[in-house]
């Protein structure tokens, strides 16, 4: 569910890496702003952050990635502190109206078997699932959804 005390921001990189180094599953410490750059640079992007009372806490990056009429969203992490507050559906509604808003027609996105929440979130939301990509570790198997933004 949204939650009203949670505003969601067009936001630098810099703002994106501060929050990244909160998500404890990445593990971002060392992640800097030139890691992301790499991704997303020279295409069509959107950086959000999602602020509880002025807190960053939740920051989600997406990109054209295949150039193809779909938004792929890239990297989508909230602060363990700050979960279950509605920061992932704020920011997901912000970014499927901006990408439809701007002619996309899908939403992409790729998790993994140990992402449980996010699949749970993406299940719960309407997000289909396209295909599994197979690893050597099950839980580590790739898997592509996607919602149609029509
Ligand atoms: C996945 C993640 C972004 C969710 O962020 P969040 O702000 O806590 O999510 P929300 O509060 O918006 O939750 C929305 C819905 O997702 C589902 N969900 C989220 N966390 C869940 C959990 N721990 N268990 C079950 N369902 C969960 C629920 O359906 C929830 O709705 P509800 O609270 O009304 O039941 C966060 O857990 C996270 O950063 N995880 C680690 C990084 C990660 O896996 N990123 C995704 C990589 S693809």
């Known amino acids: 569910m949204e939650n009203?005390?949670?505003?969601?921001?067009?936001?630098?990189?810099?703002?994106?890496?501060?929050?990244?180094?909160?998500?404890i599953e990445f593990d971002g410490k060392d992640t800097t702003k030139e890691d992301f750059e790499k991704r997303y640079v020279g295409k069509d992007?959107?950086?959000?952050?999602?602020?509880?009372?002025?807190?960053?806490?939740?920051y989600i990056i997406?990109?054209?990635r295949d150039n193809d009429g779909s938004f792929y969203c890239w990297m989508a992490g909230v602060d363990n502190n700050y979960r279950r507050l509605g920061a992932l559906t704020t920011l997901m509604n912000y970014q499927m109206n901006w990408?439809?808003?701007?002619?996309?027609?899908?939403?992409?996105?790729?998790?993994?078997?140990?992402?449980?929440?996010?699949?749970?979130?993406?299940?719960?939301?309407g997000f289909n699932f396209v295909s599994v990509e197979q690893r050597d570790d099950i839980t580590e198997n790739r898997i592509n959804l996607e919602h149609s933004l029509i």
């Open 4 to 23: 009203n005390d949670i505003i969601v921001k067009e936001v630098s990189i810099e703002e994106a890496v501060k929050v990244n180094r909160n998500v």
């Open 45 to 58: 992007n959107l950086i959000i952050v999602a602020y509880y009372k002025n807190i960053p806490i939740g």
């Open 62 to 64: 997406g990109y054209d």
């Open 99 to 125: 990408a439809k808003n701007k002619g996309y027609n899908k939403l992409k996105i790729r998790t993994r078997n140990n992402r449980r929440e996010m699949l749970s979130f993406l299940v719960k939301n």
